[in-house]
T-cell receptor
Framework: DQQVKQNSPSLSVQEGRISILNCDYTNSMFDYFLWYKKYPAEGPTFLISISSIKDKNEDGRFTVFLNKSAKHLSLHIVPSQPGDSAVYFCAVYNFNKFYFGSGTKLNVKP | NAGVTQTPKFRILKIGQSMTLQCAQDMNHNYMYWYRQDPGMGLKLIYYSVGAGITDKGEVPNGYNVSRSTTEDFPLRLELAAPSQTSVYFC??????????????FGDGTRLSIL
């Protein structure tokens, strides 16, 4: 039973344009959400998070949006750079446990 | 900065063999986690620990055991290896469970194949 779903396995974007990665979750009680970035042969690294008391959180080129009524969050990367090419995982935190989506592989073309 | 160190990086086991995946962190983190990642899938939590002497099950604990005798170390034990346990295993640590200022730090993973 997947708690978190990322329905797009891959996304290709031109350098300089916006990348939008999407994530849906099942439980309306979840209140803390995260995005991680993963390069091949490395562990995931934390990117940005958002609490359910907010609907937006920005950190440089990265912005996470939370739509609680739709149980949906998205990660916007503007402008996209070739170094952003990686797999992006969304995750939710619930009582000491993290639940991860299956990931979206982003390819930013020069 | 060592961070989270996992050993070994690669291992091939035969069905029925046992082994221990090692994980050590040098950041004095209280929380530690073990995940597995199957191809095309997200990370699934196997076990976690909120401090030395305290462990609890995650989503997929069957076939695994853990112990946390020190703050630094959190080994994962496979007693009777099965082909379904072929995966990439990640260990992570964090100071607290939920804090954007103290996110999880991951090791680089152990790729385990069981034949």
């Amino acid at each position: 039973d997947q708690q978190v779903k990322q329905n797009s396995p891959s996304l290709s974007v031109q350098e300089g344009r916006i990348s939008i990665l999407n994530c849906d979750y099942t439980n309306s009680m979840f209140d803390y959400f995260l995005w991680y970035k993963k390069y091949p042969a490395e562990g995931p690294t934390f990117l940005i998070s958002i609490s359910s008391i907010k609907d937006k959180n920005e950190d440089g080129r990265f912005t996470v949006f939370l739509n609680k009524s739709a149980k949906h969050l998205s990660l916007h990367i503007v402008p996209s750079q070739p170094g952003d090419s990686a797999v992006y995982f969304c995750a939710v935190y619930n009582f000491n446990k993290f639940y991860f989506g299956s990931g979206t592989k982003l390819n930013v073309k020069p | 900065n060592a961070g989270v160190t996992q050993t070994p990086k690669f291992r091939i086991l035969k069905i029925g063999q046992s082994m221990t995946l090692q994980c050590a962190q040098d950041m004095n983190h209280n929380y530690m986690y073990w995940y597995r990642q199957d191809p095309g899938m997200g990370l699934k939590l196997i076990y976690y620990s909120v401090g030395a002497g305290i462990t609890d099950k995650g989503e997929v604990p069957n076939g695994y055991n853990v112990s946390r005798s020190t703050t630094e170390d959190f080994p994962l034990r496979l007693e009777l290896a099965a082909p379904s346990q072929t995966s990439v295993y990640f260990c992570a640590s964090s100071l607290t469970g939920r804090n954007s200022n103290q996110p999880q730090h991951f090791g680089d993973g152990t790729r385990l194949s069981i034949l």
